[in-house]
């Protein structure tokens, strides 16, 4: 019997992780749009403004989750001849459209918790909602329990962002559900507006979070110091290194690239240079699986391009 190869190890594991993001972006979807279709129930019962935020927040969640969807198989998509670089910037392309429609949500809220502080207005059929926002709490929690356990198996980028937002949410739910007792019990009308502005402020912290990192890939900031630094290290790990320089880092969405300069023994045979590039290419490819990593041999004593950072 024949043992299968490491590479159809490895493509065979890339199939099966695709098959564990698509599963948990089709939850995301299914999930988010069924807390759209309660809580416009909940928010017609109630009149909540606190309720229109927890919606508003919804329709968002369901906005993200379905362009989560399409970057995740875009992401996946091999490259091809139009694309050499692969499909990834459709994440951040993706992300710039949902920070924009964020900040548009976020400020439709603020207009109308301001009117609603300005002309108080009281609440009604509070219990079901009260049932909405239980039930809202209790599928994002299955939600998140499962998107933790695909990150776990996957690593998916894409997803543990999208866990971490719906995480999030839990305790703009639980704000809803305090303002409509508040309201309820205690008629204090002020709460519904308040707690809506203040799930308005968590939304543009949000959007302003998912603009920036958006924008860094489509510019190809380079990865953090702390990820560069790591990369150095492993680079010049291998013992014939002499020196790593022009070190160039960018992310895509899910995907790294890496490129880089190796300082090698003048005197060394081109055949045994090509086997010391490959097996830092192999070292840096266990620790960023799935980068691109390009590598080219200098000798020793050669000195780096001017203006280029280490």
């Known amino acids: 019997m024949i043992a299968p190869s490491p590479d159809g190890d490895h493509k065979k594991s890339i199939e099966q992780s695709g098959v564990l993001m698509h599963r948990a972006a089709i939850a995301s979807v299914s999930v988010s749009l069924f807390l759209v279709a309660i809580k416009t129930f909940a928010y017609f019962a109630s009149h909540s403004v606190a309720m229109l935020a927890s919606l508003a927040d919804s329709a968002l969640d369901l906005f993200a989750s379905s362009l989560n969807m399409l970057a995740i198989r875009s992401a996946l998509a091999p490259a091809d001849a139009e694309h050499r670089f692969g499909h990834g910037k459709a994440e951040p392309l993706a992300g710039l459209a949902q920070g924009a429609f964020i900040s548009a949500s976020a400020l439709f809220l603020v207009l109308q918790a301001v009117q609603r502080i300005i002309t108080p207005e009281p609440l009604d059929n509070s219990i079901p909602a009260l049932v909405v926002m239980g039930i809202s709490i209790f599928v994002t929690i299955l939600l998140v329990l499962y998107q933790r356990r695909v990150v776990a198996k996957t690593g998916s980028l894409a997803v543990e962002a999208d866990t971490t937002h ?143 950072p280490e």
């Open 166 to 308: 719906y995480a999030s949410d839990l305790a703009t739910n639980l704000g809803v559900i305090v303002a409509l007792v508040l309201v309820t019990w205690l008629d204090w009308t002020l709460a519904d507006p308040l707690i809506a502005l203040a799930v308005a402020g968590v939304m543009l912290f949000t959007a302003f979070g998912v603009g920036r990192q958006s924008f860094n890939q489509l510019m190809d900031r380079e990865l953090p110091d702390e990820e560069r630094a790591r990369i150095l290290r492993i680079a010049r790990s291998h013992p014939a290194v002499r020196d790593v320089h022009e070190l160039k880092t960018r992310a895509a969405g899910l995907s790294t690239f890496i490129q880089l300069h190796l300082a090698l023994d003048p005197a060394m045979p081109l055949s045994q240079a090509h086997v010391i590039s490959d097996a830092v290419e192999q070292a840096l490819l266990a620790a960023y699986p799935g980068a691109e990593v390009i590598i080219h041999q200098d000798p020793a004593g050669l000195e780096p391009l001017p203006g280029l």
